[in-house]
């Protein structure tokens, strides 16, 4: 990928390449997994009275659990699907952070000079700091629009760790390199438009 990368920066700079990079990787491979996520979250939804009632009903945990493991299988919905994408997509975000890492080292001088706006240079931190709280910003407000309420202990297991993720993730914006910084703003700000457009349509 990092040959790639350095290919592709022929034709465009580094402020255009990363950006589009991040669109291509979300487009591609993780907006199949958000379309089939949502379904599934729908259809979790829709399951959720019968659980509940099935819980007033069953005597003991046991035969709860077995019911609504039954119910999942029925309405094809367990709850770890709905957490597919970001469970998939943790791997291409650390393959791709470190691929663009290397090539901040492998170009320092075209990294250096080829940002735009307030951010010059991408081998450096955001010196306003500005991408890094827009990625908070995005990161939170996409955890709010994912968050399902359920009584599933995997599911808040989830929701606590994204959002740790979120502030862990914008914390290290603070401090890395801008190229960095920009390729997780555009693929947070991707995510969020991703999530909004696909409620409305589906």
């Not at 990079?21 to 379904?39: D, G, H, V, Y």
């Not at 019911?67 to 994408?85: D, G, Q, S, T």
């Not at 407000?141 to 740790?164: C, E, H, Q, V, Y």
Request: hydrophobic share 45%; aromatic share 12%.
């Amino acid at each position: 990928m990092l040959q790639t990368l350095i290919g592709v920066h022929s034709y465009m700079p580094w402020c255009y390449e990363i950006p589009a990079m991040a669109i291509f990787l979300r487009s591609t491979i993780t907006l199949p997994i958000a379309i089939a996520s949502l379904k599934t979250a729908r259809r979790f939804v829709q399951v959720q009275p019968l659980i509940k009632e099935a819980k007033k009903r069953c005597r003991t945990n046991t035969d709860f659990r077995t019911v609504r493991k039954k119910l999942y299988k029925r309405f094809n919905c367990h709850p770890l699907m709905i957490y597919a994408l970001p469970i998939t997509q943790l791997p291409l975000f650390a393959f791709a952070s470190y691929q663009l890492r290397q090539a901040v080292d492998v170009c320092p001088e075209s990294m250096s000079t080829e940002g735009m706006l307030w951010f010059t240079d991408l081998t450096l931190p955001d010196p306003h700091g500005v991408l890094p709280a827009v990625l908070a910003v995005t990161y939170l407000t996409n955890m709010s629009i994912l968050k399902r309420p359920s009584d599933s202990r995997l599911l808040k297991i989830f929701n606590t760790a994204g959002i740790m993720s979120a502030f862990f993730v914008s914390f290290m914006a603070f401090k890395t390199s801008t190229a960095l910084s920009l390729y997780w703003t555009t693929s947070a700000i991707y995510s969020l438009v991703q999530n909004v457009a696909l409620r409305k349509l589906l």
